[in-house]
């Protein structure tokens, strides 16, 4: 079982998570955490305060000689600007955000005590317990990509494009978009709300290849694998909806045309043509490409800012502004990887044990096997 | 703590469930619950199954004198069909199901064994966990109705009307849709698919109102009661997508359009004038009606079936037909209110404890005037 | 994963347990339950109530043509007397039951409302789940036996004793006792006890052969197999202790003395000569036999029954009698076996996957030869 | 809810915990943390490694200004010898230790890759979240205390010495032994343990007083208390076996002197006179002192070492010697207290609710008045 706990306020010491359940042996290059933590900052969009993080993680425990060896890890990634004890009393509590809700339902006198902990920033230690679980499906061959297929009202079209051209094009565009024409629109939509003190939202995909068929269940309703994909997906800040291959659209077809029909090739095994189902059918992953959707809503921290209510004085004031984004969607898509990766590392785990990378290869391998000899 | 497993196959005895953490002290209606079914198995669209089952429920345990005490509760809903030994294999299975990733999983050589608990029959199971659940929340004034909103292509419209008239109105309608036109319409477009031997799908919503504000946290990520829900809504059979107040749509507004602005008056605290957010911030309920979207894709059984391949010939063949319906999202709506109304009551139990009804009122009354008074 | 809930009263319609998590493809013999379960009803010392019950499951979900399929399993067992809503409401709570603490923690009038789950007759379920972890453990040639070692004053002496050979005594035994000449004076004691309208304690031991080294773990406090034992165990109803190995006794060793030494032999691997340890080391099953011992308090219903207080009357009184046991220790240990071999179940099941018999077994295989090679 | 995650190895960079579920509002006094990881150090008996170590926390997250704000909260303690990849392999697994079991389990070549998580350096962070768990039941009159009432063969005698008085002998100990006589007799087993090369266990009690009734559940296994601290005590290295009140003794007692009879005087409520239940019936405290009794082997590591097989060798060999002590009950005991504040604090704040110290406070109250106006 993976599982993770998160710590840590924007201007706190630090940003921290503790991953419980890796298997041992496996190498850990740093590198490659502060890779994702970087993807995460990036993205046109964003604004000054992306530019004072230049995260770094420290990791506190787990490795032994850069080595996985079966012990819970810590990852650690420093904030900056540690000031959290000394920033002034916050008392307009900001639309949209956890603001009002958090002070009332923790007795709380300034909005500071909730904001610093329901900021994004969170999603910090999440993109780092992620990139422990990509490292572990790559042993699996499994990849997570990510692109942005919507920014404002520019919408991407990427039909047909393949997913190694997806994550090529995605990881070059400053709005991690595969579509160049409409990447240039998108910047232009976010010059033009930032210019007019707005923000902006919008939708991407996360693709996850290569997994095998039979991750999650029916069996329970809580186990089962979309469920449990959704719940990672919706929990990341801003996120208000999340859906799987066609989405919301399919809801309007016709059930002849939606459904993937079943082949079999004696090499491949059974596999579709199709993938409309986005890689889950009945809870469990099918084989296919995963494909998740998720909606942001425009940041809610607003430079010109909306309308609130004094929460010692009661009467109407424009809300805080904390520095902030015009547009934070290409980074909601990272973290989408993120969080999925560990939701999909934890559904391999529990199927194939996972004391050690050796043994969960070999069992891996048995199922594999099994699987094509059907 | 409420929580709960069901078990039972669509031509077993029975389905069950065990639902634990009640709180002592609550009168329980068993025919609240059997409503609950009955509304149900409603739904224009439905196949002749439907008729078969007049699901009551049996409650095994948890009673004394028809009030909880505090003991784990357990319903049973017998099945009138219990067929399952004695049902031929089915070797062919249907794209879109369980079938073919359930039987590769778990090594079976007959789609039956997947089929037969893969069924949304299970859903009985937790819409008497979700009676339960909702006679809870009915001590504490909290409504959760739904209505359906498109029905393939079919869209209705019900922008400004009420919370009350739509439950009325849903609840009258054979397709539980609020707009009587667009009902119409769904109807004839079942029709159609019906006499093509097709199936559809379409979108639902579920309302709850009275929620207070602060179920759910923001302190960490599996604390939050969007995720929460979205999990338990999207582990609904043949659910795709799920999303809170605008939805997709969110993804195309501007920051200052979206947010909900923060209003006060003395007599009733804090409140809004708009509900984009769908009552969730921060991932907390924040005291605004809760509005969740779900879509559902088409029935998966066709009666005009879709290709395959045999699990034991490896060739292309039609793919296995059980009874079915044509449509499905009415009965999905009601199911989508009772896996809400469990994570709803759950969030409660946290929040203000729950080993008597009377002490939670306490609790509540407690908050609530805390809330008022702040 | 194996998870259980239960549910039922002593005087409701039945007993109940959902056992989510049992690998597919598994014989389930109901004779075999059965059997546990009336293992579980002998003793000398039970009362009258025994022979009421002749508990026989009926297995309601889970199998199909008695082969797991994956499903949940859901195993009932009804009662007999079913008068829940009719008995007589007690007013005077029973010293050392949950009697007292029931009534003020659920806000109840009756104490009958309390008494009836709390009752040790739910262990009927958990000794039904515990049937079926028994019959996936004997797929990998793992055998749990109890046996009774102290009732009141009279102790048993069985070091030197095979385990087989422990076996066969104890269940040929009336008071589940190895030790023939002990087991004669158990029962004097039981009927000297009787006589004087009093009850008796004891204590027993759970013996687990053939548990493969690894299960557990030391990486993160609850994963230790030895937290994880004894918290099934003392959530028996009356156990007031728990302990592995030499148990209290090994505060009195000295270290030099206690741990037991590392053989290896080609043929054997790794293996000791003594087993102090009770085959748990560092929070994980060392390949050695577990050991497990508990206490059990002597049963709270008294015939001469005890002093209390009235619960409406406020006033001294003498606690209420139901009819009751003597001597239950040897029940206990039946069910001791039931809860150790859920947890070892689950253990194997979270180290070696578990979609199917097949997988497990060939996961475990290629472990076994993996420490063999070691 | 109240859960907690450690990690950190012995000679790694630091012990860490995340500890999730505090309500807001708690003023932590970091020098009461100290406090507590200094009495973990104490004890006659610690080997030179304790004094190398002045474990002083250093707290992440989860404050501002002082106060908790409903964030998760992580402690650090920095290890000072920070040597893990650089310390020589260990190749002579330690009988009695995680050592064998570990490497097979993980498939690892170095002993040392096992130990240094394994090691009972993790309790700091286990004391470091019991501390903070503490400091929360100080708020509701709740205090924890141990004493240690065994060493080696000389026992203690402390029947009829109050709570208090209890708490300050022990606490003024070197053994942390409330019977001075048996105190200076202690310190001599040790001395001729150490003289010896050999190592000591022994018995600690841990008492907590002024804890409502009704924490806990007997409505369903895992809910139970006793069960719940069990594991928890279980769960700490080198312990052996836990008992409540009478604890083994209660095997040979009759039913008619075991059990506590009930009394009620107006301003008390309902009490008892005796205490042989450790203020725990039917799985939920009882409002009386909770007694814990657990046992400790002698530490496994000896200066004297035993007989072991190299694992590259398979040949006979002395064990591996690492720095260690002779004896550490005292040390056990204070663990015990913290892992037992842990799991009281959760299951306050389970009946309790949470989010605010102000609501926890008011919902408690009224608790506390609704059970003494019964």
Redesign the interface.
């Known amino acids: ?1 993976l ?7 924007s201007h ?3 940003m ?3 991953v ?2 890796m ?3 496996l190498v850990i290059d740093r590198a490659k955490i502060d890779a994702e933590l970087s993807r995460r900052m990036q993205g046109y969009g964003r604004g000054k305060r992306m530019k004072l993080e230049a995260d770094k993680v420290d990791i ?3 490795l ?2 850069s080595k996985t ?6 990852i ?1 990634v420093k904030n900056i600007d540690h000031s ?2 000394r920033l002034p009393a916050v008392l307009e ?16 006198k300034d909005v ?3 904001l ?3 900021s994004a920033r ?1 999603t910090v230690a ?1 993109v780092a317990a992620g990139a422990l679980a990509k490292i572990l499906l790559g042993e699996f061959g499994i990849k997570i990509i990510s692109h942005v297929t ?4 520019v919408e991407a079209e990427t039909k047909g494009v393949e997913f190694s051209q997806i994550a090529m094009k995605a990881e070059k565009s400053p709005v991690r978009c595969a579509d160049l024409a409409a990447a240039a629109l998108m910047i232009k939509e976010i010059d033009k ?1 930032r210019s007019e ?7 991407f995909k996360v693709l996850i290849k290569g997994v095998p ?2 991750l999650g ?6 186990r ?1 694998i ?10 990341i ?1 801003a ?10 659209d ?7 045309a ?7 090739e ?1 090499t491949k095994g ?1 596999f ?1 043509k199709t993938n409309n ?2 890689g889950i ?7 296919e490409e995963i494909v998740i ?1 998720a ?6 921290t ?1 430079k ?1 800012p ?4 004094g ?1 010692r004085t ?1 009467k ?1 004031i424009l ?1 805080s502004v904390e520095r902030s984004d015009v547009c934070a ?1 290409p980074a909601a898509a990272v973290i989408g990887e993120a ?1 999925s990766a560990i939701e999909i590392a934890n559904a391999m785990l ?4 996972g ?5 969960m290869r ?2 891996y391998k ?2 594999i096997e ?2 094509r000899k ?1």
Chains 1, 2, 3, 4 share one sequence.
Not at 239 to 248: A, D, E, L, N, R
Not at 306 to 309: A, D, F, V, Y
């Open positions: 079982m599982r993770y706990l998160t710590s840590g306020e706190g010491k630090c921290l998570t503790i419980d359940g298997p041992a042996g506190l425990s787990g032994r000689k060896i079966g012990s819970p890890i810590a650690m959290i004890d509590p900001r639309p949209g955000h956890a603001d009002l809700t958090g002070i009332l339902k923790h007795d709380l500071r005590d909730v610093e902990r329901a969170d999440r919507t920014i404002g009202t709300a003190g707005d923000t902006l939202g919008g939708i068929p039979g269940s029916y069996a329970q309703w809580d089962r979309d469920g449990i994909l959704a719940k990672a997906i919706m929990s800040q996120i208000k909806g999340v859906s799987f291959g066609m989405g919301f399919v809801g309007s077809g016709r059930g002849s939606v459904h993937d029909e079943i082949f079999y004696r059974f579709r189902a986005g059918e009945g809870g469990m992953t099918n084989g959707q909606v942001m809503k425009p940041i809610s607003l010109k909306l309308s609130t209510i929460i009661k109407r809300a969607v969080v529990e199927k194939f044990g004391d050690s990378i050796l043994e070999r069992n048995g199922y099994q699987v059907f």
